[in-house]
Structures are given as C-alpha cells and as structure tokens.
C-alpha cells in the first residue's frame, strides 16, 4: 500500500509542476484535473471513501464547468488555445469568464464552498490521522500547485 501511495503522491506533484509550466490552456485544464485525481484516489487510499467520493463529484462538476467556458473563450478569440493570445477574454466573453471565475472560485476552495468542504475535511483527516510528515508536506505543496495554477487562470 506505501508503494501505491507513493505512486500517487508522484502523480499527483508531477501534473501540478507540470501545469505551472503549461502554454495551452486545454492541457493545463487537463493536467490540473489529473493532479486533483492524484489528490482524490490518495485520499480513497487512506480510507476516505465518502469524502473521496464527495470530492470526485464537486470537483467534476465544477471542471466540466472550467472545460465549458474555456472552450467558449477559445472559441471567442479566433480558436487560439495559446495562453500568451487569450489575455483579451473577459473583455470579448464576460457571461463566460465570470463562469469561469465561479468555477475556478471553488476549485481553489474558499470557505463556506462545496469545494472548501470536500478539500478541507480530507487534508484535516491526512494531518490528524498520523500519517508521516513527508506525505502531508507534499500533499500541501500540491494544493499549493493548485492555488498558483488557479488564480493564474483568473488573470486571463
């Protein structure tokens, strides 16, 4: 089981440096959603079967939302998926990037969202169940990865 961990722990840091360095705003939606599903099956394999599941639900939701109107932001700005060509969105597309800005609100977990809650009560059960050190410090700077990847997409 240490091994299995270990495996998800590196796939789930590996997607989020990955996505700090990413141009195409497909890939790095895609490469976020694979270090949020690193975070999800590591926490399954502690046993937080509900939260895990919780999670799973929240985060598609909202990133189903995320992949929606960035698809029309792209589509908007003469199909260019390039981040360094789409700093014009909110100004072309505002329905679709203030939806996006809620997506992406509780995605990064601000409290009293459904997002907050599936996030927070699995790190606080990692940090209360006795689990080593090294696990939750690298569990907390995947969370960093996402927080820095979110709000560079609010910059759009």
């Known amino acids: 089981m240490q091994i299995i961990i270990v495996i998800r722990l590196f796939t789930s840091l590996y997607a989020g440096l990955n996505s700090l360095f990413e141009l195409d705003y497909k890939k790095l939606i895609a490469l976020s959603t694979l270090s949020h599903l690193g975070f999800i099956s590591l926490s399954f394999s502690r046993g937080l079967l509900i939260l895990s599941f919780f999670h799973l639900l929240v985060h598609a939701l909202f990133k189903s939302l995320l992949f929606l109107c960035m698809g029309d932001i792209i ?82």
């Open 75 to 156: 589509v908007g700005l003469s199909h260019s998926q390039d981040s360094r060509y789409l700093s014009g969105g909110a100004v072309l597309t505002p329905l679709a990037s203030s939806v996006l800005m809620v997506s992406v609100i509780n995605l990064l977990g601000v409290p009293r969202i459904s997002g907050f809650f599936s996030k927070d009560f699995i790190l606080e059960l990692f940090f209360l169940s006795g689990v080593e050190w090294f696990l939750v410090f690298i569990i907390y700077v995947n969370i960093f990865f996402y927080l820095l990847l979110y709000l560079f997409s609010i910059l759009l």
